[in-house]
C-alpha cells in the first residue's frame, strides 16, 4: 500500500494498494483520492482505530476528469499488510463526493458513513450510469458479497 501526494492533482492524497493486499472489495486492487474530513485525513471509529476514506474511481471511461464515476470506500491498514476496505457508497460521482464531505464536514469515520450515504448515485436522474468494473462475487446464502470486515466499521461505528 503506498500514500502519495499529487501536486499536479490540486494537491490531494492518493492511496494505492495491490489487490493481493485488499480484502473486502471484490478483489480489486485501490488507486484513489483521499476524501479529507475536518482536521487531517484520518476518520477515527468508536474504538479509536484511524481510517482513510477514499473516492475509488472506475476504470477510465472517456468522461470529463471531474465527472467520474466511482465508489467511496474506509480504508484500514493498522492490521498489518492487508488493507481492509468498507464499501460506503457504489456508484457515486467524484465531483458529487467531495462536495458532500465539504459540505458536511465529518469529523469520525460514523460521520463519514452517514455524508457517504447523502451522495446521489449514478444512475439518479439526470446521470448516466456508467458501466461498473468486474462484477463482485456472488453469494448464494443472500449475504452481500463483501460484508464489513470488521465489527468496528462504519457499521459499528459510533
Not at 484520518?42 to 465527472?67: N, T
Not at 458529487?96 to 464536514?105: G, K, L, Y
Not at 439518479?124 to 462484477?135: I, K, N, Q, S, Y
Request: hydrophobic share 40%.
Amino acid at each position: 500500500m503506498r500514500w502519495d501526494e499529487v501536486p499536479e492533482d490540486r494537491g490531494r492524497v492518493k492511496f494505492a494498494a495491490a489487490a493481493e493486499a485488499v480484502e473486502g472489495y471484490g478483489g480489486r486492487p485501490l488507486n484513489g483520492r483521499a476524501l479529507q474530513p475536518a482536521s487531517g485525513y484520518l476518520f477515527p471509529d468508536q474504538d479509536g482505530e484511524q481510517w482513510w476514506v477514499i473516492f475509488q474511481p472506475w476504470p477510465p471511461s472517456g468522461l470529463h476528469a471531474r465527472k467520474v464515476p466511482g465508489d467511496i470506500l474506509a480504508c484500514n491498514d493498522s492490521y498489518g499488510d492487508m488493507v481492509h476496505v468498507v464499501v460506503l457508497a457504489a456508484g457515486v460521482w467524484e465531483d458529487d463526493a467531495e462536495a458532500a464531505f465539504r459540505a458536511h464536514v465529518p469529523l469520525t469515520l460514523a460521520d463519514a458513513a452517514r455524508v457517504a450515504a447523502t451522495v446521489a448515485h449514478v444512475a439518479a436522474p439526470g446521470h448516466a450510469a456508467p458501466e461498473r468494473p468486474g462484477p463482485a462475487p456472488k453469494r448464494t446464502d443472500g449475504t452481500p458479497s463483501d460484508p464489513p470486515v470488521s465489527p468496528r466499521g462504519p457499521m459499528g461505528a459510533g
